[in-house]
């Protein structure tokens, strides 16, 4: 027998409903917040990523589904889903339209990770991604429409974190005193973190080895080094944050996976899910579409992980509304009655009716069993004498009661009852 890839999961057709809902919500969300819907190719050239995401990332440094297609490519699954966006955008010439571009996905994402709960190779994300506007009510509106999609699921006791990582000018002056602070013990760090110390000295708060965390700890914080034009803006967000009524913590420990974040970043933390409580992070990236050769656009976003919030609404007891279950059963009992039950399912379906008929050569009696487990609201038995008289006894399974019904009018009987 073939397994299935470690770190990947399917979903089965009796779990699809969970999916459903998560994926209408984001969907209703992002209509009220006026998100329009981008899809991208599931794998992109790996350049994309080594400049969109970053190479003092995990992401790029360890995690990557990088591979050469027969044409000598280098291609890359992609790893997240901003990357993608920023290359459409520019590609599209999408900053020259209507300003912001307010945009929204839902997409699998590749990561060569150590699987465990919450942690996958293969993920889902539903992000959103705003291009154009640098003013502080859209870094609170893409946090709002985060927590209104949390809101939705009814997911519950999840915390927002927020803190400003500043702009070039303020992080400079922060990465000398950081530098300046870890110098004496950067012997005792981790290979990356003495990458990082080069090439990305804030990226070392992100570090999860004990060693490291233990030397960055009480390390100077980047929130204490923001220019004027920096800690107003945190101070504008916090503002809008507090004028829609939603409690946040400034945690200045949130550096995020990404090299290009700029001023504010965020995450919605779950303590319900064990040590993968982040469902959702996001934040500020002034620098990205600059660096993916785009115009200077500011811009702002989040992904949110599926499986951590599947997780989190299964381990604490959060209902997913079960999808509909089938409105007729067509049960026939023999060949010509089979014929009939099969065009009367053909014409229910054809009126929206869910309809469902026996291709299992069932009994009568086990077909009405059937009908049963699979919930159908009536059940309808055909035989000789209903072909005679062209009606059915139609039987509402929740309480038994039975009404004879014309063939011709079945389904206006049963669109009634809904
Ligand atoms: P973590 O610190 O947990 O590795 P991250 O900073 O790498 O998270 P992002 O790149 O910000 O995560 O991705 C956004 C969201 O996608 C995360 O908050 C999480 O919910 C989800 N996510 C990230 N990586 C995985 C994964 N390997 N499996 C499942 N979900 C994931
Ligand atoms: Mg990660």
Known sequence: MINIPKGTKDVLPKDAYKWHFIENAAREIAEVYNLKEIRTPVFEHTE???RGVGDTTDIVNKEMYTFKDKGDRSITLKPEGTAGAARSFIENGMSSGV?????????????????QAGRLREFHQFGIEV?????????AEVIFAASSF????????????INSIGCKTCRAEYNAALKAYLEPDLDKMCPTCRER??????????????????ITAKAPRMIDYLCDGCRQHFEQVKSYLAAGGLEYTVDSGIVRGLDYYTKTVFEFVSEEIGAQGTVCGGGR?????????????PAVGF??????????MENTGIPFPEEPKPDVYFAGMDEDSRRTAFSLALKARAAGIAAEVDHMSRSVKAQFKYADKIGARYVAAIGSSELEKGSVNLKRMSDGFTQEVKFEDINSYILSGK
């Open 48 to 50: 994309l990523f080594l």
């Open 99 to 115: 300003l912001p571009a307010k945009m929204y996905y839902i997409i699998p994402a590749f990561r060569y990770e150590r699987p």
């Open 131 to 139: 291009y154009g506007s640098q003013s502080a009510d859209t870094d």
């Open 150 to 161: 949390l809101d939705k699921l009814g997911v519950k006791n999840v915390k927002l974190n």
């Open 197 to 214: 110390y080069e090439k990305n000295p804030l990226r070392i708060l992100d570090c999860k080895e004990e060693g490291c965390k233990k």
């Open 285 to 297: 990236y002034d620098g990205l579409i600059q660096e993916l050769g785009g115009s200077h656009t």
């Open 303 to 312: 992904a949110a992980g599926i499986e951590r919030l599947i997780l989190l």
